[in-house]
């Protein structure tokens, strides 16, 4: 007879704390918008040319948490802004779009500066992982369509400088 109200107790309290729950009003969490940091400029130039394509304000990742989080819970970014990822070793690296609101273009660059891959309108929220196809040291995060737009080519090349 003891387990009987003892297991009658339990399915009460559980459906009480059920009822409960669900009643209860859920908690939004506000979170401020992540601002685009200015922390460098980078140049695009043609290949085998020494003209320029495109001058972007950069925001840099190379610490663990940043290449982590890149561009995530971020609404949007101007055109004539990126976000450059630069990793300690030169090496195959794969994004995906998890939590990123808006669509991207990502270029992957090799050590010495060249574009050696371009992955055009990554979707967002996408979990899909999106490979550098070759080794690199460096991934610029763009406006979607803006590659497209700007004509970039596999072999133009990157400069960029810290502020």
Same mark, same amino acid.
């Given at each position: 007879?003891?387990?009987?109200?003892?297991?009658?107790?339990?399915?009460?309290?559980?459906?009480?704390?059920?009822?409960?729950?669900?009643?209860?009003?859920?908690?939004?969490?506000?979170?401020?918008?992540?601002?685009?940091?200015?922390?460098?400029?980078? +140049?695009? @130039?043609?290949?085998?040319?020494?003209? /320029?394509?495109?001058? =972007?304000? &950069?925001?840099?990742?190379?610490?663990?948490?940043?290449?982590?989080?890149?561009?995530?819970?971020?609404?949007?970014?101007?055109?004539?802004?990126?976000?450059?990822?630069?990793?300690?070793?030169?090496?195959?690296?794969?994004?995906?779009?998890?939590? +990123?609101? @808006?669509?991207?273009?990502?270029?992957? /660059?090799?050590?010495? =500066?060249? &574009?050696?891959?371009?992955?055009?309108?990554?979707?967002?929220?996408?979990?899909?992982?999106?490979?550098?196809?070759?080794?690199?040291?460096?991934?610029?995060?763009?406006?979607?369509?803006?590659?497209?737009?700007?004509?970039?080519?596999?072999?133009?090349?990157?400069?960029?400088?810290?502020?």
């Amino acid at each position: 007879m003891k387990r009987f109200k003892l297991f009658g107790f339990a399915i009460l309290g559980f459906l009480i704390l059920q009822t409960s729950c669900r009643d209860a009003p859920k908690k939004v969490i506000k979170t401020e918008p992540i601002a685009f940091k200015k922390e460098g400029e980078l +140049t695009i @130039f043609s290949v085998g040319k020494d003209s /320029v394509r495109v001058k =972007l304000d &950069i925001e840099i990742a190379d610490s663990d948490y940043e290449t982590q989080t890149g561009l995530m819970y971020r609404s949007s970014m101007e055109e004539n802004q990126g976000m450059l990822f630069i990793f300690p070793n030169t090496a195959m690296h794969s994004f995906y779009m998890k939590n +990123t609101e @808006f669509p991207l273009d990502i270029l992957f /660059v090799d050590e010495n =500066l060249k &574009i050696a891959h371009i992955a055009p309108n990554a979707k967002p929220f996408d979990e899909t992982g999106i490979s550098s196809q070759v080794p690199v040291k460096y991934v610029l995060e763009v406006d979607a369509g803006l590659s497209q737009k700007l004509g970039l080519k596999i072999g133009d090349s990157i400069e960029f400088n810290r502020l």
